[in-house]
């Protein structure tokens, strides 16, 4: 009954990738609607609390300044949601059998489970955009640095993401990696202030945070002005791309937590 | 060549030994039966063959492809059924399907899908979410996903633990003719009556050892030899785990 066994060439990642997209698409309620709707919360009140008290730089208004910060922030809690919480349910479950039977090499797995945080670190940032943009007026000064910044961001949770979902056994764990080091460095990566405006001792201590160049750089492609370089803020992020996928890459070669 | 095969083959937990120098051949077209009491090492051995674990030393093949090396070609030979009676939630059955297919780089298997779950009674319930379906029908749905890259060789890792008898009489007679049709079948079962009815060799594990490999028929005969009675597989098992204990 079954046919003469025929190999194929094609690779298992678009599959894998599909389904990962599917896989939020599917609870969109939950993955896209609600962290739109806790951004313009935010936008709300510290706009409304703040517009006439702080002004971080000239011309533009505080309400104009928070709202990339909270699509990058929604962006980036997002890309790291999607890879960890995929990863630690199906650790959990036992479904993530059906995807270490399959002939996909540990490239394959990292980048359709990234690219899948991306979609969903992007849709939830456009969402956010769109739902915001309308309290103030907003310019893009250099778009392809948004983007740039936009790409890599999503690409870095995604992975850090990956690394929590993988190295968690169980979701008390995932929740402390989340809510002890992802939040807090977003929060305090300049979502709500330019780090000009901290005590010396905090400024330094920013720089010492990956996150702060990501909203740094994405906001100089919105107003032309930042904290730093973006040409710095892009090598930052870039390098530190390139470390947390190779942690990723190297716990998925080595069947870390997965293979026993 | 050998569908499977086991060359001195060991896995280490710390001091534990789960696996201890398995040497095993399985040659294509066999039905074949690896029991064993629990922990004896039957789901390790599955697992190292699958990619799941892996070995402290040795090596394992199917159709005489490295499952470490040369993974690729390995497990687009090999469909598991899985002890557990694992699901994704978010799907619905042919989604599932699907999606499985998708992972061996298969595309355009709609056809392929649709047999399967007809031989498998899955097609009114192919737009059903997994949630939805009873514990025999998660099962069913475990074997259809085994099976939809269309692999040569198919290990079943108990597949009728807890199902009624409805599903274990049609699983059995699709899975028969699976085997009639030239594909290796093994399956690890504690149902020895199952076992006997449709292996043609069984090996025994206890303790990370095969203990004994024969075919069905010698092993029944050891009994009956030496009682001067029919005996059945049950029998045997019970002899042969007793005969281990006390050497």
């Known amino acids: 009954m079954i046919p003469q066994q025929s190999f194929t060439v094609a690779s298992g990642f678009f599959a894998l990738f599909y389904k990962e997209v599917k896989r939020f698409w599917r609870v969109s309620f939950q993955t896209v609607a609600a962290p739109v709707l806790t951004a313009i919360l935010y936008l709300m009140i510290f706009g409304h609390v703040l517009e ?31 890879t960890s919480s995929s990863i630690i349910q199906s650790k959990i479950t036992g479904n993530l059998i059906f995807v270490l039977l399959a002939p996909l090499s540990h490239i394959e797995f990292f980048s359709a489970y990234v690219l899948a945080a991306m979609v969903r670190g992007l849709v939830v940032g456009l969402g956010v955009f769109l739902a915001t943009c309308w309290f103030t007026s907003i310019h893009f000064e250099y778009p392809l640095w948004i983007l740039i910044f936009a790409l890599l961001s999503s690409g870095v949770l995604g992975a850090l993401g990956l690394i ?64 730093v ?31 026993h | 060549m050998s569908a499977i095969a086991f060359e001195d083959l060991s896995k280490n937990y710390g001091a534990l030994k789960a696996l201890d120098h398995i040497n095993l051949e399985i040659q294509e077209g066999e039905f074949f039966g690896l029991l064993g009491p629990n922990g004896a090492g039957k789901t390790t051995l599955i697992s190292i063959l699958a990619g799941l674990c892996r070995p402290s030393s040795g090596r394992a093949k199917v159709m005489g492809h490295d499952v470490q090396l040369d993974f690729r070609a390995a497990r687009r030979l090999l469909g598991i059924v899985p002890q557990e009676l694992v699901f994704d939630p978010f799907f619905n059955v042919r989604e599932t399907l699907e999606f499985q297919s998708g992972y061996f780089g298969i595309k355009n298997n709609s056809d392929w899908i649709d047999e399967i779950m007809h031989h498998l009674g899955l097609t009114d319930k192919a737009d059903k979410n997994m949630r939805a379906l009873s514990g025999g029908m998660k099962r069913r749905v475990l074997v259809a996903q085994a099976l939809v890259h269309r692999p040569p060789v198919i290990v079943l890792d108990e597949p009728t633990a807890g199902v009624d008898v409805e599903l274990r009489q049609s699983l059995w007679k699709f899975v028969s003719r699976l085997n009639q049709e030239g594909h290796t079948i093994v399956l690890t079962t504690h149902y020895l009556e199952e076992a006997e009815q449709l292996c043609g060799r069984i090996a025994m594990l206890k303790k990370g050892q095969i203990v004994a490999l024969d075919t069905t028929a010698n092993l029944l005969g050891r009994v009956k030899n030496k009682d001067a009675r029919d005996g059945d597989l049950e029998d045997v098992f019970m002899q042969i785990m007793s005969e281990d204990s006390s050497s």
Request: glycine share 8%.
């Open chain 1, 164 to 227: 929590g979902g993988i190295w968690a056994e169980k979701f008390d764990q995932l929740a402390a990696f989340q809510n002890f080091f992802i939040m807090p460095a977003t929060m305090l990566s300049g979502v709500f202030y330019s780090i000009h405006t901290l005590p010396a001792v905090w400024q330094s201590i920013s720089h010492f945070n990956p996150f702060f160049y990501m909203i740094d750089g994405f906001r100089f492609g919105f107003f032309g002005v930042s904290d």
């Open chain 1, 229 to 259: 370089s973006p040409w710095f803020s892009v090598t930052v992020v870039g390098v530190f791309f390139m470390l947390v996928a190779a942690i990723a890459l190297r716990m998925l070669a080595s069947g870390y937590k997965l293979r």
């Open chain 1, 52 to 82: 006439d008290h702080v002004k971080v730089y000239d011309a533009i208004s505080y309400t104009a300044f928070l709202i990339p910060g909270l699509v990058m922030m929604s962006l980036l809690q997002n890309s790291f949601a999607n």
